[in-house]
């Protein structure tokens, strides 16, 4: 699973101010508020907290996410770097470019995408902005400046969670969930108090990531509360997998089952469910118990029965499982997932027995094997083929047409049809990959 995506705008910072400037004007504006008349006035917080957020940046540099590499070079008189590496990050190639403060990496389009700061100003020059402008919304008792200071806020908390994503990325786990939860405390800062449930998750996540199960369970437990429940439903799946490290299987089963109950198609929920029953000796009835529920509540919505035959494979029963994806046709003949999910199950079979296979040194049983696999592959291309022709999602098509590829590669020779099916998903896959 990622991280739930917060929408941030970035842009160019075009006058970022130099490292000794930034400094002076942090001094001068500290000067301000230690002296007691000064320090009085909400407009003293302001300038000092605005320095801040210029320290900050200064050392950035002035390219911004995004940016092309001529871009930054424009607007930075061309200063070049010291080295230039290439590094792999999340399963990514990136070119790092390494700068006496700061180090760009560019993502394979040739763009921006991680700033990170080697030589701040200050360790916690926003955790300082953060208290100079909350201590300015507190002295604005005619709130005559609430807009320039929840801006700031604004500001300080996008700039936590481009931190937090670069953390992330940079593989800072426990960075990341710090930084994750300052953002959510700067946006909740009056005068702004606003909920960043977003952040909160994401806090949340990094810190199970980093196996940190307690600070996960708090940040997770309230994105529960707050009715935050993650793409599909994931914040119920972590808190189950969080209770059950910690040895309360049963509460876990209790987020689990509520999990299902709100978002049936979760996978996460499913397995966590699936691994709950059996692990604990527990009859498997239940979880078709609560898919009966969904379906008396939506009779005719086919995922249902999609779950249904998912759940069903999981647990081996393959007759079972082809009549509920079947079902989900029968109900919408538009729904491609019931025929996806039939053709994995028999594609996922056949790679089990020719795994079998290779391993058995018995001639009969070996041919026995082959049998089973070649049957299972060929029974997986029907289902797929009727998957292809009703999906609307190119990229979900060019993934059906890979598994297309691969199963009919194996009949080419022995029928012609095969042949032409096989040239056909070939060139759907290679055209995709060339864009």
Known sequence: MVLA?????ISANAQVKSISAAQNAVQKAKADTENPKKAEKFGTWIKYGQALIDAYDAPAGSGWLGASRNEVQLVSNNERPSAVERVSLGGQTWDKEVYPTRNYYYNAAGQLGLIEVTQPIYEDALTMAL???KK?????????????????????SGKFNEQAYTSYTLGDLAKASKLFESAAIARATEPLSQLDS???YNAGFTAWLAGDMDRAEVFFQ??????????GGETFAKLA????????????KDYLEEGFQRFPQSQSILVGLINYYINNNGSTDRLFELLDEAKKNEPNNPSLYYVEGNICNQLGKTDDAVVA???????????????IGKGQMFYNLAIKYSEEAQNEMDDAKYMAL???????LKSCIEPFEQAYEILKDEGTKVAVAEYLKNACFRFRTTDDSYQQKYDKYAAVVAAAQAK
């Open 5 to 9: 995506l917060a929408a941030t705008v």
């Open 198 to 200: 977003n952040s909160i």
């Open 131 to 133: 208290e100079a402008f």
């Open 241 to 252: 997998d969080i209770a059950e490290k910690k040895g309360a299987a049963e509460k876990g």
């Open 370 to 376: 082959v049998e089973k696999f070649e049957s299972c």
């Open 325 to 339: 994806y079947d079902k989900c046709a029968v109900i919408d003949p538009a729904y491609a997932y019931g025929f």
């Open 222 to 231: 309230n994105a529960y509360e707050i009715g935050y429940y993650g793409e």
């Open 136 to 156: 300015a919304g507190e002295l604005d008792v005619k709130h005559s400046k609430t807009k320039d200071i929840t801006g700031a806020l604004l500001s300080i």
